[in-house]
């Protein structure tokens, strides 16, 4: 059965499987599990109530979470249901789910690396200035600047988003500012008990090269490892992959996205 998600402890176990895709479950489900009208996590769940797979509606997204099992038959027609939606572009998923939905969306498909890190990071730049907590919506502003060319969340339910997971202990947002404007952005987006989720990495390039990038992630980093988490995150090209390596993450598995031929019915 296919069902609204209402209580964060029944995808636990999936999130526990696939710990950066779990995260971002993590963060949707706690900020808004007392909110049907906003909740956009389902789960399907077995004859025993525990979950076996869910699926969280972004934007232009869908993204999957399998903790390593196969998709049912009921999920895999679900998925197709809403990937007809026009302003559903692309299916994200880790490993185990990629054979069966690339076979079913297309050949369209981008991997990008996963990798983490569990160990203190020392990261020392004498020149970064203080880093500002909370400001969602200049992460917002700074990252829009940045991706002009990817489909634009919407404003509100991003605050809603990050407000909600700040106040329920799912969300950080860290910015560095220049005359009172943001110029560098980090957060961490989710927590489950395998780790918590660096995302939304950006400097404005006329920024670059001062560390701030580094110093940002390093400090979600430290923050998570002083919760006793594991730091996750998945860099968008190999100048962050190397960037991070730097820092102590390490590879650690793929993610997946499929790209939907919307000419074209699924």
């Known amino acids: 059965m296919i069902k609204l998600l209402d209580d964060p402890k029944l995808i636990e176990r999936l ?38 797979s869910a699926v969280n ?10 903790g390593g099992n196969n998709l049912s038959t009921e999920m895999l027609i679900f998925l197709t249901k809403l990937a007809e939606d026009e302003k559903i572009t692309e299916i994200c998923c880790g490993e185990g789910a990629f054979p069966v939905l690339k076979k079913l969306f297309g050949e369209h498909t981008e991997i990008l690396p996963l990798m983490k890190c569990s160990r203190h990071i020392k990261y020392e730049h004498g020149d970064i200035p203080e880093v500002k907590s909370g400001d969602s919506a200049g992460l ?11 489909e634009k969340p919407d404003f509100e339910m991003w605050m809603l988003k990050h407000t909600r997971g700040i106040s329920r202990g799912q969300s950080t947002v860290l910015t560095i500012e220049h005359d009172g404007a943001p110029v560098s952005g980090a957060a961490v987006r989710g927590r489950c008990a395998a780790g918590g989720a660096i995302v939304s990495v950006v400097t404005k390039p006329e920024y670059r090269g001062r560390g701030y990038a580094s110093a940002l992630t390093a400090r979600c980093a430290e923050m998570l490892k002083s919760e006793g988490l594991t730091a996750w995150l998945c860099p968008c090209d190999d100048r962050a992959e190397r960037l991070y390596a730097r ?16 000419k074209t019915s699924i």
């Open 247 to 262: 820092l102590g993450f390490k590879r650690c598995g793929s993610f997946y996205t499929i790209y939907l031929d919307k």
């Open 140 to 150: 917002y502003e700074l990252m829009l600047s940045q991706f002009s060319d990817c």
């Open 15 to 52: 999130c526990n499987a696939e710990p950066y895709i779990g995260c971002l479950f993590m963060a949707s489900a706690v900020a808004f599990y007392d909110a049907p009208d906003l909740m956009t996590v389902w789960a399907e769940v077995d004859e025993h109530g525990r979950a076996v």
């Open 57 to 66: 509606i972004g934007s232009s997204e869908l993204m999957v979470l399998t």
